[in-house]
T-cell receptor
Framework: QKEVEQDPGPLSVPEGAIVSLNCTYSNSAFQYFMWYRQYSRKGPELLMYTYSSGNKEDGRFTAQVDKSSKYISLFIRDSQPSDSATYLCAMRAINQAGTALIFGKGTTLSVSS | EAQVTQNPRYLITVTGKKLTVTCSQNMNHEYMSWYRQDPGLGLRQIYYSMNVEVTDKGDVPEGYKVSRKEKRNFPLILESPSPNQTSLYFC????????????FGPGTRLTVL
């Protein structure tokens, strides 16, 4: 079983839809959870960051972590064509020198107008 | 403008011909890292550096070398490239290894024939 699993999609939705993106993981030591967004032919950029379980909201984006189920989600409300990108979940274990970020493979989202 | 730059952006080369991909950041970041991104495999860390003269292997270091002689630069060296190193490469930096917002460069698309 891979450490981080993410459905690659593609996911196609109409403008205004609510989008749910998800990752599951197997390492119970993961404490830091992130979502990166990657536009075509660009490097990833950090979108959301959460520590341990709970929800975090930023505008139209909500990141949710359920450590008991080893499951994280990113919700996008009122999706826009500009949200069309690949979304990568990433996570890291507790503070330990050299502990790397582990990325999911990414979900490609297309929002049509 | 705060940024991570990579050169070249595109490179086609032949098996065995040594090459260097440069990476430079202007944010005074301590932590720098190299990733490769492949379809179906996602982002995988090649090497990372926690500070000047401190480097260590990531998940897929075979066939690569790095050096960190100055804080701002972190070149990736392929001494004898092979076709299985054809990939999209990203350099990233962050304030420190505990700081999870990594800033990614624009990517270098490498083809080894």
């Amino acid at each position: 079983q891979k450490e981080v699993e993410q459905d690659p999609g593609p996911l196609s939705v109409p403008e205004g839809a609510i989008v749910s993106l998800n990752c599951t993981y197997s390492n119970s030591a993961f404490q830091y959870f992130m979502w990166y967004r990657q536009y075509s032919r660009k490097g990833p950029e950090l979108l959301m960051y959460t520590y341990s379980s709970g929800n975090k909201e930023d505008g139209r984006f909500t990141a949710q972590v359920d450590k008991s189920s080893k499951y994280i989600s990113l919700f996008i409300r009122d999706s826009q064509p500009s949200d069309s990108a690949t979304y990568l979940c990433a996570m890291r274990a507790i503070n330990q020198a050299g502990t790397a970020l582990i990325f999911g493979k990414g979900t490609t989202l297309s929002v049509s107008s | 403008e705060a940024q991570v730059t990579q050169n070249p952006r595109y490179l086609i080369t032949v098996t065995g011909k040594k090459l260097t991909v440069t990476c430079s950041q202007n944010m005074n970041h301590e932590y720098m890292s190299w990733y490769r991104q492949d379809p179906g495999l996602g982002l995988r860390q090649i090497y990372y550096s926690m500070n000047v003269e401190v480097t260590d292997k990531g998940d897929v270091p075979e066939g690569y070398k790095v050096s960190r002689k100055e804080k701002r630069n972190f070149p990736l060296i392929l001494e004898s490239p092979s076709p299985n190193q054809t990939s999209l490469y990203f350099c990233a930096s962050s304030l420190s290894w505990v700081w999870d917002e990594q800033f990614f460069g624009p990517g270098t698309r490498l083809t080894v024939l």
